[in-house]
């Protein structure tokens, strides 16, 4: 979390998104190639969902995905793993009533740009 703007009503966040998905044109037999069972590639050699933040207070930081510094993992079974350094921003809804004990609904909508429900599946990974 980066910081909040109340007065504008934003909520700026700065983080590590780790993003999992199968690839089929991207296995191959370790055996068949020196045992090498993952190599780190650019992000711009291979496909990479088109994850948009559809409430992002500015539309300019709706893609977060769009640095071509990130590298991936892919591994020999078609799974590729991104753990991009993101940073966008929320629209949020504030109660300031009861200052300074308000309370601030900051929700974000996140899905792809092109692809529908059914194309890609968009779960979050419980951190417990």
């Given amino acids: 979390l980066l910081f909040q703007y109340e ?5 700026y966040i700065h983080s590590w ?7 089929q044109r991207l296995k191959w037999e370790p055996s068949k190639f020196s045992d090498q069972s993952f190599l780190h590639i650019d992000f711009d050699a291979i496909w990479i969902p088109d994850i948009m933040v559809y409430t992002a ?4 930081e709706s893609s977060p995905l769009s640095s071509s510094e990130m ?7 078609g799974t590729v793993t991104c753990v991009p350094s993101i940073a966008f921003s929320a629209k949020c809804v504030s109660d300031v009533r009861r200052w300074p004990y308000d309370v601030q609904n900051c929700s974000m909508r996140i899905g792809s ?6 194309d890609l599946d968009i779960h979050t990974i419980n951190a417990n």
């Fill in 7 to 11: 007065h504008y009503n934003t909520l």
């Fill in 17 to 23: 998104v780790p993003m999992h998905w199968m690839d």
């Fill in 57 to 60: 207070s500015d539309m300019r």
């Fill in 71 to 77: 590298k991936c993992i892919t591994y020999s079974d």
């Fill in 113 to 118: 740009q092109t692809y529908s429900g059914q």
